[in-house]
């Protein structure tokens, strides 16, 4: 029993690693860009087995990437109803999307980080949305540069 101990603790100092030795250097990059940006709608059904399932349901926009003042004015468009599962985007739920409750998700630079600014809802969490006002985003890049984009939704069409 002795033996199989110190095999196992010689075999954990010898398997272990130093993260410090052989890696590659990573640049410290100065791009702070949203790439683009997507809304959704979520809802929880329960399945056939009587376990809650989260659906969602990405929205239509007129224009995901910012333009060159570093500005979003876009439009979202609920879809039309679909599907007959049990998850699918009916008309009961299509009915419930309100530009109140949803979903916003961008895409940034590599080892950028995004931080909502004032009021600004944060990312990923739902959050209620105006027609017409600018929403802030603060992106920042690996190295400390930052840019600020906006985010303007124009209309909501359901």
């Keep these: 029993m002795k033996s199989k101990i110190f095999f196992f603790i010689i075999g954990c ?3 272990t690693s130093c993260l410090k030795y052989n ?19 979520r809802w929880i059904v329960q399945n056939n087995n009587g376990y809650d399932v989260l659906c969602r349901r990405e929205l239509t926009i007129s ?17 039309p109803a679909s599907g ?5 985007f009916s008309a009961a739920v299509r ?10 998700y961008s895409i940034l630079s590599p080892a950028a980080k995004i931080e909502p600014m004032g009021d600004t809802p944060a990312m990923g969490l739902p959050a209620s949305f105006e027609i017409g006002k600018a929403y802030e985003y603060k992106v920042t890049a690996a190295n400390g ?14």
């Excluded at 890696?23 to 709608?41: G, Q, Y």
């Excluded at 419930?96 to 949803?102: D, F, Y």
């Excluded at 600020?148 to 359901?158: A, P």
């Design 84 to 88: 007959t599962a049990y998850n699918s």
């Design 63 to 79: 224009k995901n990437a910012p333009d060159a003042d570093n500005k979003i004015v876009l439009t979202i468009t609920v879809p």
């Design 23 to 41: 890696l590659d250097e990573i640049e410290n990059t100065d791009l702070c860009a949203i790439v683009s940006i997507t809304f959704e709608h």
């Design 13 to 15: 100092l010898l398997f």
């Design 95 to 104: 009915e419930k999307v309100t530009i109140g409750n949803l979903y916003l």
């Design 145 to 158: 540069n930052f840019t600020v984009y906006s985010i303007v939704i124009n209309d909501f069409i359901k």
